[in-house]
């Protein structure tokens, strides 16, 4: 893994101030059916490549990140602040 | 052939040049009865029981890699039956037993070593859990036994047993837990599964699962297709990835779980010891080197290489227990991948599609398993009904509300 990731706030910083959470879901809206609701807290993908993860910045800005992680080979790319992903995402 | 120390004898005074190769590499047919997806010690144990016991002997595994290259080359080796919930403590002891009894069933010297388990415990609530535990296992007609810090003392002398902030204040021992060399389960299982007419097809990659009319009717794979009237899928870190292939989404996360051995040292361990105050496990091989682990770095990964941080962790934690480990050298470190269920406990279960069939989600505790995940998927592929062991490993159960929670932390996801 990067031993630097770079926080969109807080500029390049080392992997260990992060709690990786997983996958980065979207989260249903609360009265979706419950075959909905089962799929998104049960069911993964779980991809070997590029996908996307929440990463929390704990030793840091504390801000909840979109990380891009290769996991074959570890490799981080593009960090998005998490809420302005999801704002750009529901404004576009 | 049997080997046999008659074998040995005869062979050493011939040369040594009658030996045969312990398993055939055969081409793949075009059609078998069963196909197993995945030649680990789950996937060969399974085609050795259905060979053996269950009379179905038109069988192909089917590797990737090399027979063995996975999870079953990579683990502690740590056999054990100290399970608490009912759903999970008579598969592991089913286990357990059929571990007793491999060697001479399947004629190779797989080190099965019943040396003793031992789970430290540091403080009273502790205590109360693992006499719950141990209660529990008796109650199942499992060996167990609560140590004081008396009786620790006099097994393991070099603990910190004056550790301020975690005290060793005693321990629960399964005597006939132990170790077993798990590349000799793999060896074992499949010239016992070839032997018996099981063909074991290496460097052979599943690229697609070919359904017809809702069944499946065989595999794509990069030695061509190989068609199948029954498919079995025990791929454990890439389960997602194959059951993919046939429209399946699994509650399965894969994550990277490291492991380690140190130089070669003059025994000291004499059995397997676990922290109960960090995740940490180790026991010492017949080589000397420290056999130990600890928990899991905490993300998903295909990659089965781990962290630094994890390292560092790990060491940590094994330096608590043991403050000798400070000055050991550590000579190899390695990861596999491991199939994590949603609520740690594992799959073995039919699909929605009628001729295909899952084993997985074994998160990091499959190897003690192998024995007991073979026969029982086996006796699915066979009978198409769950041995009675394993009829709580449902893949629905996250649907129904039927979690095995073995390790009390609730039915969550994100467990780990």
Known sequence: ?92 | MRYSALAILKNALRGNRDWRPAWRMPDPKPHYDVIIVGGGGHGLATAYYLAKEFGIRNVAVIEKGYLGSGNVGRNTTIIRSNYLLPGNNPFYEFSLKLWEGLEQDFNFNAMVSQRGVLNLYHSDAQRDAYTRRGNAMRLHGVDAELLDRAAVREMVPFLDYENARFPVMGGLLQRRGGTVRHDGVAWGYGRGADSLGVDIIQHCEVTGIRRENGRVTGVDTTRGFIGCSKLGLAAAGNSSRVAEMAGLKLPIESHVLQAFVSEGLKPFIDGVVTYGAGHFYISQSDKGGLVFGGDIDGYNSYAQRGNLATVEHVAEAGKAMIPALSRIRVLRSWGGIMDMSMDGSPIIDRTDLDNLYLNAGWCYGGFKATPASGYCFAHLLAHNAPHPTATAFRLDRFARGLMIDERGAGAQPNLH
């Open chain 1, 1 to 92: 893994m990067a031993s630097l990731v770079s926080c969109p706030h807080c500029g390049l910083r080392p992997k260990e101030e992060f709690t990786i959470k997983g996958a980065a879901l979207h989260r249903p809206a609360s009265d979706a059916p419950s075959d909905v609701w089962l799929d998104h807290v049960y069911l993964r993908d779980n991809p070997r490549g590029e996908y996307e993860e929440y990463w929390h910045h704990t030793a840091g800005c504390r801000r909840w990140l979109v990380v891009s992680r290769n996991t074959a080979t570890h490799e981080t790319g593009m960090v998005r602040d998490a809420a302005a992903a999801l704002k750009a995402e529901t404004t576009a």
